[in-house]
């Protein structure tokens, strides 16, 4: 009896727990992936790499999937990364907000696009946001910052996105796929 | 569930990346004015972290190095070789420290010196490398079980085993964050060389920081002893930091002694605050413990 009314009901408890795992896949992935730089593996660059993870994270999921990276979380993602990352408070989820909202925007001609266009798409507007960051921080704390960890950060980027979007592409077709559940 | 229309939800939607932009905006001024509020919130933060990274830092080092019994297991002959020649040399050393300390007990009690008060000291691990693109700093973890109290803590200075790797800036009840020596922030007093030639050490967030102010008719020279210096009152004298070294005329810096690229352990050296403050430390942990009454 209660099985068959159950069909009426909707969804079963273990089906709408697969869907939720599968919406919270890109931001779970995300702020564990920024607490794993956290690790004492002396790795050079390594300060640099964790505001490349995070864009490639944000890139990648508001082009594919903006719906499981909502905007709130976004922010959320941005001031763990200030506070790990001893710069202002605020400063990278304004960032990184704006760079959801820029990848939104052009989300219609680079969704369907080839993997070479999105790479240099990234690689563009990462480089654009560490400027940003960089001219902000330097704004803020009144001091004329050195370029250099600007560089490897924008190198860690361009780098780092081809690793990350080979893993995510996975996911995106499997454990973060929402339509599959 | 609240069950909404599709253009009401629509217009929701598109309203929540402009409003969260608004509010980090906010947070970002919010942060200017109050200062402490970053500070509190990461020491918070650490708190929470520091026992996860420890959780996971264990397993991670000992597969990365091999320093478990393991790894050892496979060069124990050449490990015991190499501490057997290491403990004949350090033998002969110990007989000349022996030497040297009878001698230095004689000429203090000559001299009637007023001993430097020890510090208190306790050794935490290094849990976590939570180092900004423009920061150096490093989480360790510390024992709830110390009965020192995250204000003392602020303003302790933190060494490795072979020289001052920084100082505690933030602590909270499990975690400490402390700047390393190497941080743009960082400015520490130095003595140079035997007669202790004051300099300003800076950080230049790369790997050497670099000395400023020194006086020109001594200036620093290539292999000169840096050891801490007691103006201002931040940190106690004579603590080893580094070496002088020059990478390009006249722009010494410092090698420093401590490995800061590989910090395992630290030891927190809490020193007793007798020294006129003239550098206040800003205890930022609890108002209630003000530096004077700890004195």
């Not at chain 1, 990352?85 to 696009?113: D, I």
Request: hydrophobic letters at 50%.
């Amino acid at each position: 009896m209660a099985r068959r009314s159950g069909m009426r009901q909707g969804p079963s408890v273990w089906r709408r727990l697969d869907a939720a795992s599968r919406h919270a896949w890109p931001v779970f992935s995300t702020l564990f992936g920024l607490f794993l730089i956290g690790l004492p593996l002396g790795l050079p660059g390594q300060a640099e790499l964790r505001p490349a993870y995070a864009m490639a994270c944000v890139f990648f999921w508001s082009l594919y999937r903006p719906t499981s990276l909502p905007a709130p979380m976004v922010a959320v993602c941005g001031l763990l990364l200030d506070l790990l990352n001893l710069s202002s408070l605020g400063l990278w989820a304004v960032l990184l907000l704006l760079l959801q909202g820029t990848t939104l925007a052009a989300r219609r001609r680079l969704a369907p696009s080839g993997f070479l266009l999105n790479w240099a798409a990234f690689t563009a507007l990462s480089t654009a946001f560490s400027a940003l960051f960089w001219a902000m921080q330097s704004l803020l704390t009144l001091t004329l910052l050195t370029p250099i960890p600007l560089l490897v950060q924008i190198l860690c980027c361009a780098g780092v996105y081809p690793l990350l979007a080979a893993l995510f592409i996975r996911a995106h077709r499997g454990a973060a796929a929402a339509e599959l559940a | 569930m609240i069950r909404l229309s599709v253009p009401f939800r629509q217009a929701l939607s598109r309203l929540t990346l402009p409003v969260m932009l608004m509010l980090s905006l906010g947070i970002i001024l919010f942060g200017r004015a109050d200062q402490q509020l970053g500070d509190h919130m990461r020491a918070g933060l650490d708190d929470v972290l520091a026992p996860a990274y420890a959780a996971v830092a264990g397993p991670v080092e000992a597969l990365e190095h091999g320093t478990g019994a393991i790894g050892n297991l496979f060069n124990l002959a050449g490990q015991n070789a190499q501490l057997r020649a290491e403990n004949a040399k350090l033998l002969q050393w110990q007989a000349v420290a022996m030497a040297l300390e009878a001698q230095n007990d004689s000429l203090k009690s000559a001299l009637d010196y007023v001993p430097s008060p020890t510090p208190e000291f306790f050794t935490a691990p290094v849990v976590a490398d939570l180092g900004g693109v423009y920061a150096r700093s490093v989480l360790v973890s510390t024992e709830p079980g110390n009965a020192v109290s995250p204000a003392q803590l602020v303003g302790a200075v933190a060494m490795d085993g072979r020289g001052i790797a920084g100082r505690v800036v933030e602590a909270g009840n499990h975690s400490a964050r402390i700047l390393l020596i190497t941080d743009l922030n960082s400015r520490i007093p130095v003595g140079l060389g035997v007669h202790g030639a004051p300099a300003l050490m800076t950080g230049t967030n790369g790997p050497d920081p670099q000395l400023l102010y020194w006086s020109p008719g001594q200036p620093p020279a290539e292999g000169d002893m840096v050891l801490s210096s007691s103006a201002g009152g931040a940190f106690p004298p004579g603590l080893p930091i580094g070496v002088v070294h020059y990478s390009a005329q006249n722009e010494p810096e410092v090698l420093p002694l401590a490995d800061l690229d590989d910090l395992r352990l630290l030891r927190l050296f809490i020193y007793p605050t007798s020294q006129p403050e003239l550098t206040p430390i800003v205890k930022t942990a609890k108002p209630a413990a003000k530096p004077h009454k700890s004195g």
